[in-house]
């Protein structure tokens, strides 16, 4: 696989704008931007509405956590057992975004796309480790890190959450498994702190993106700049397969979101 | 940034640019062949399902390896000026816990501690009536049911005993419950446990006042019994007819807290 050369990648005005394409089209520009006068939509109201409520809950937990690990802001607050009560439920309560949102067909098919790696993605990925460098010309609707990103997250929800639950309810296990739970818990959380920083940092740098988790909607050039082979993943499977070993995945028609 | 104007408008059917496999300039339209994400790999599983393994080995072989983690820290952190090894789990230390809403303060003058219940001579104590009294200083580790350990830890006051014998116990005094001036904290021991020798009524932590945040200036110190039992900002003490359970002890934990015998606990006694 060829990685294109920095000067090679699409820039502003070097190339013609993101525009959705409506339903049943082929020709990716034809006539479809007076259909999306706001940008285009990047997030159902479901989606939006879980990214928010699991937001919250990390928040609630993290402020628990640090007054529950920081002698300094324990003395501050005091109420242990109630902090305590509120870590243990925001906590547990940490998955059930995610599994309501699995009600909904746009949070399905964003999950399938946040699990899968496209070779653009591994290029992206190379591309940050070896030259620190994010590469948005090798992003579809998400780039490799937001990927990664959101298997971490549901990785350590269900680690956390399982740990969690040998400490809350000590009797129900050996006192091997609860040192063991503590450990990983501690230091797992340590872990998250700096990823989720992380997190917190890009998206602070980003307001488009975080308008898009906001109103579900992102500006079209935002798309073309950032994400801009999100439209290729949407493309119907090529008349001529890439692999041609591979058979033809069902359901490659794929409409728009 | 390079993207802050907005595109231009459409200039027709010229092939888009866009894709890692196209060349922009070679001339020649490429099927830019981007898979349908359904091929992709499915890394986002896999690291899912590798993060539940790491987390359950984690929960086998953890309380083996803090163990060491412990003791290696414990050797960088008496070399750390700044204390960021205070932060890391097992980092050592005591950890402030307290169920009231603030740490409360009394000072020489408005501290009291009142002897009552079944005894022949309630009382009330200053701080200067309790230093008048025999001291007694022991040096052990403090464990904590939660899990950390602080070794040799030095607490000074007066025997538990020297005040119940002081008061006198009448029949059918048979337990001591504490009260505490966070309004909030209870404790109990039976009387049996209360006559320990490594019972005090601590005024002094490694060989300094207690301090407000360690429960000062008189906090109970329970030397045998997991750290819980030896109640800060102590101000009550009463002989019972029977153990009423203290605070923590109604959510679960064991009145009779042995440390190494109590709490589904193994750690190694500390008196």
Known sequence: MTSPRPDR????????????????????????????????????????????????????????????????????????????????????????????????????????????????????????????????????????????????????????????????????????WRTGATFVHDWLALLVAAVVAGHVYFAAADPEARRGLRTGRVPRWWAASEHPLWRTEQRPRPVRPRDPGRREPPGGQRELP | MENDTAPGPADGGAPVPYGPRREADDGVPQDTGEPDDRDGTPVGRRLVLGMLGLGAAGVAVGGALQDRIDSVLARVSAKDPVGVTGLLPGGGGFRFYSVSNSVPHRSETDYRLTVGGLVDRPARYRLSDLRALPQTRLVRDVQCVTGWRVPNTAFSGVRLSTLLDAAGVRRPGSAVHFTCFDGVYTESLTLEQARRPDMLVALTMDDRPVTAAHGGPVRLYAAPMYFYKSAKWLSGITVTEQVRPGYWEHYGYDVDGWVGRSNGRHDQPTS
């Open chain 1, 9 to 176: 990648l699409p820039r502003a005005g070097a190339h013609r704008p993101w525009t959705p394409r409506p339903r049943g089209t082929s020709r990716p520009d034809a006539a479809a931007r007076p259909h999306e006068p706001d940008g285009v939509r990047r997030f159902s109201r479901a989606e939006t509405w879980a990214h928010r409520s699991l937001a919250w809950l990390m928040g609630v937990c993290a402020v628990t956590a640090a007054i529950l690990y920081l002698p300094p802001l324990g003395e501050l607050v005091g109420r242990r057992r109630l902090v305590v009560t509120v870590h243990e439920w925001s906590g547990i309560a940490l998955p059930l975004p995610a599994l309501l949102g699995l009600a909904s067909r746009a949070f399905r098919d964003d999950l399938r796309r946040l699990g899968r790696f496209l070779p653009h993605d591994w290029a992206w990925l190379r591309t940050a480790v070896r030259r620190r460098r994010r590469e948005p010309g090798l992003a579809g609707k998400f780039n490799a890190g937001q990927k990664l990103y959101a298997a971490f997250t549901a990785g350590f929800v269900l680690v956390m959450a399982g740990t969690g639950l040998i400490m809350w309810f000590p009797r129900l296990t050996p006192l091997l």
